[in-house]
């Protein structure tokens, strides 16, 4: 689970810019996860719930990494360090991509023509393997990463933080969004997403190889899941195999709230989110953060049921 950055500044100014820096970090990581189910669903409207735990399996791949290369407390001044940062990230988001690849061959593809609610409960089902995946190999214990990246204030004065770890989490996550963004609208194998995304049939008679899209879709969402799950270990520096449940949980909540199957939606409902649980936990008290979130969601569904960023579309008969 996020834990919000506790700080104490002098002012009301001060304690509400505070809480905006904690709200958009944890937001863009929100975001990345997010991306991942909206992918998926915007294609073939399958709701991942596998995906949370997938983000787990890659952040107990990240931790095993940082400390089978000794990584702890080497900081990230040196030249190893970073490298064996950029590693941890290639290995990672490469494995979740494999591993949700995977999936889509042997549990999703199979089920592609069969009632919407089979792939449904097998989602809920892969869910709970993934999360027994992860008991085996680390334990039911919260487990501490090494803290890599300095936590020292960038800003001046001590009564608004903004660490390096921030700034990290910003410049990795917001450029990987805004790429996939470009990619999917730019280039070849994007054009052909959002062609299957309208109408597969159709796509599959202009010579589209449909199950080849999907397939990269799957792998595209598993390595951003993947790329999360290290900045997030980083970031929070405790994992557990039952983190991908509430952060999953929030992320397709971003998904839903932003107008699922929407890309520019998931980050803007991620972000929300963010910000939501942030001020909430200010405000209103830790405890009812979870409350807030969903009650915004049912506020804002009631009057645009399709979010904030989705498009109205007819049934299909």
Known sequence: MLTLLAVAPAGAGDIFLQQLINGLTTGTLFALIAIGYTMVYGIIELINFAH??????????????????????????????????????????????TLN?????????????????????????????????????????????????????????????????????ILITVPLMIGLTLFVKHTRLGKAMRATAQNPTAARLMGIDVDRVIGATFAI???????????????????????????????????????????????????????IRSLGSQ?????????????MLIVILVFRPSGLLGARTREKV
């Open 283 to 295: 405000y209103v008290g830790e405890q009812w953060t979870s409350a807030l979130v969903f009650a």
């Open 52 to 97: 949370g735990d997938l983000f787990m399996l890659g952040a107990f791949l990240a931790l095993t990494l940082i400390t089978e290369l000794g990584l702890a407390g080497a900081g990230m001044g040196t030249a190893g360090a970073a490298g064996g940062i950029l590693l941890t990230f290639a290995v990672c988001m490469a494995f979740c991509a």
């Open 101 to 169: 690849f995977a999936v889509d061959r042997i549990v999703y593809r199979p089920l592609r023509n069969a009632p919407k609610l089979t792939p449904l409960v097998s989602a809920i089902g892969l869910s709970f393997i993934f999360m027994g995946i992860g008991q085996l190999w680390k334990g039911v214990a919260d487990l501490n990463v090494p803290d890599i990246i300095d936590n020292k204030n960038l800003l001046a004065g001590d009564t608004v933080r903004f660490t390096l770890k921030d700034l990290v989490v």
């Open 221 to 275: 969402g598993g390595s951003l899941a993947g790329a999360a799950a290290v900045i997030y270990g980083l970031y929070i520096n405790t994992v557990s195999f039952q983190m991908g449940y509430q952060n999953g949980l929030y992320a397709f909540t971003a998904a839903v709230l932003g107008g699922i199957g929407n890309l520019p939606g998931a980050m803007l409902g991620g972000i929300l989110i963010g910000l």
